[in-house]
């Protein structure tokens, strides 16, 4: 049995919720992250207020000796102000990933939006991570070798690749992951799943692409998600309920890094902050070349929820890194701990 070759070590917490902050109320969490014009290194977290309404701010990271150690708030960048943002007694726009694309100058940020209908993804552009222009809820080319439209699904954990790659069809692309869930339950009482045929109906990790051309010619395209494929479905126990992506993927001599959560336990229908589940950091390689395509993947976490902080707060036992940052010279994960605070974990190579 091969040694995956990266590992996590936990390093502490880095943000709490402001005792007294309405805003923040119910915890702070799953931060996205970026570098901004002036070199300095921010989160968006992830901010919850009381009744799970989220607004994604902006916090700026203190490092001392090398280390992430705590953070400096700088305000909300988005809030649920859009219709598609909106329900009659639900609103957010939860769990930011943001991906710096050279090709485009840009941030992208995938984000979702807790709308009518649910969790949908949605996407916006920054150049500052300060302002952020909104394209819109992401909608799905139809492939009738699917047989199903992605667009009535819920989508959570997707997040942009920072390169170009290569589509299935052979065009320079721009490539995300994402996470439909089949379960139409949420949506529809009893109507229960609708894989497409001989899919995995757990929830599981797809790959989408946008032709770079036509995003470089209208930056609407981002939102225009086409070639839908699977990636990877649950495999180990710690992912036995399903799996979602983490932060962008990392190149590595291997082929892509790509830091994933899995889940456990018991779910739900028709509850937003789940109690019984419990949240592990596991880790696939994916093809240089070919991203669709797992290489290498744990088989047991790199990180599980063990201290206090990771076990105890609004949904207990949870793992759930959402970006990796490069700080002089050394990768740390940021992640969201029991959806409460913020914790940071060095990424290492393991050699041999």
Not at 102 to 129: I, K, N, Q
Not at 229 to 253: D, Q, S, W, Y
């Amino acid at each position: 049995m091969t040694v995956f070759p990266y590992r996590l070590s936990r390093a502490g917490v880095v943000m709490t919720p402001v005792a007294g902050d309405a805003l923040e109320a119910e915890g702070v969490l799953n931060p996205a992250s970026g570098r901004g014009p002036d070199g300095e290194l921010y989160l968006l977290p992830r901010l919850v207020a009381e009744g799970n309404v989220s607004r994604v701010g902006l916090a700026r990271v203190v490092v001392e000796d090398g280390v992430p150690v705590a953070v400096e708030r700088q305000g909300v960048v988005l809030e649920p102000d859009r219709p598609f943002e909106r329900g009659r007694s639900n609103a957010g726009v939860e769990d930011p990933r943001v991906t710096f694309v050279p090709s485009l100058g840009l941030h992208v940020m995938t984000y979702v939006a807790y709308g009518p209908l649910g969790p949908h993804t949605a996407v916006a552009v920054s150049d500052d991570l300060r302002a952020w222009r909104r394209l819109g809820p992401v909608s799905f080319e139809y492939d009738d070798a699917l047989g199903i439209d992605l667009s009535l699904f819920i989508n959570k954990d997707t997040v942009f690749f920072p390169e170009p790659v290569t589509a299935p069809d052979g065009t320079p692309s721009l490539a995300v992951l994402h996470r439909p869930v089949w379960d139409l339950g949420d949506i529809r009482a009893g109507e229960g799943a609708h894989p497409p045929a001989g899919s995995e109906e757990r929830p599981s990790l797809w790959i989408a692409f946008i032709p770079l051309d036509a995003v470089q010619r209208d930056l609407r395209e981002l939102a225009r998600w086409r070639q839908n494929r699977f990636v990877a479905g649950p495999a180990f126990p710690f992912e036995e309920l399903k799996i979602g992506a983490g932060p962008a993927p990392r190149r590595v001599p291997e082929g892509w890094l790509l830091l994933h959560h899995g889940v456990t336990g018991r779910l739900e229908t028709g509850v937003a902050q789940q109690k019984n589940v419990n949240y592990a950091a596991g880790a696939m390689i994916l093809d240089a070349d070919e991203p669709w395509k797992v290489v290498d993947r744990t088989s047991e976490p790199l990180l599980s929820a063990e201290t206090e902080d990771e076990r105890s707060g609004i949904v207990p036992n949870v793992v759930f890194p959402t970006a990796i940052e490069t700080v002089y010279g050394r990768d740390w994960v940021f992640y969201g701990m029991a959806d409460s605070k913020i914790g940071v974990a060095l990424l290492e190579r393991v050699e041999g």
